[in-house]
């Protein structure tokens, strides 16, 4: 089990050995995840097999794959619940057994039952200071799929309103359709 009271360099961070346990680096500190409950992993599940499809030949779309990144000046490695990155970001032909090394399109937050919106929020922030270009947050409980941009206003998705993005072309979903997939309607 990793002390997460002591400071790391990112190396350090990144030496950590695989284990029960996911880590976001955060503040030169090892931050374990929330335990993931089942709304939370079907619903991850429903959006890897959803986007997966779609993205075939455009990217990949990986869950819980750390990103290197800045926060605040300081080294960050968050670990997004599901990433998607181009092959024009990352090339088809890079495989490596390591953190994301580039900026993803896309990433994905499902919200645990401790876990606040205002969290969120604050890491999406975070996020787009950070270079990365579109943030969904997913909220199981009321059903519906925050979508935040970095220089227009949020969008809250619900039913069968249609997620689509000029950055993401092609990809059209409904909140009713990845719940649908999850089986939680």
Excluded at 8 to 27: H, K, Q, R, S
Aim: charged share 25%; proline share 8%; aromatic share 10%.
């Amino acid at each position: 089990m990793v002390n997460t009271g002591t400071q790391l360099t990112l190396e350090e961070f990144l030496a950590l050995p695989e284990g029960d346990v996911n880590y976001e680096f955060v503040d030169g500190q090892a931050v374990p995840k929330v335990s993931p409950k089942y709304f939370h992993s079907t619903l991850q599940l429903a959006f890897l097999l959803l986007i997966r499809a779609w993205c075939k030949g455009k990217g990949r779309v990986v869950p819980e794959w750390a990103i290197l990144l800045k926060r605040q000046g300081k080294d960050w490695a968050p670990v997004p619940d599901l990433t998607y990155i181009s092959y024009e970001r990352l090339p088809k032909s890079w495989k490596q057994n390591e953190a994301c090394p580039a900026l993803p399109e896309l990433v994905i937050e499902i919200i645990s039952p401790d876990q606040t919106m205002k969290e969120f929020e604050d890491k999406a922030n975070d996020y787009f200071a950070a270079g990365v270009s579109r943030v969904w947050v997913v909220d199981p409980e009321a059903i519906s799929i925050k979508v935040f941009f970095p220089d227009v206003v949020n969008q809250v998705y619900t039913d069968n309103m249609p997620i689509v993005d000029t950055l993401l072309p092609g990809l059209e979903l409904t909140t009713r359709q990845v719940f649908e997939e999850a089986e939680l309607l």
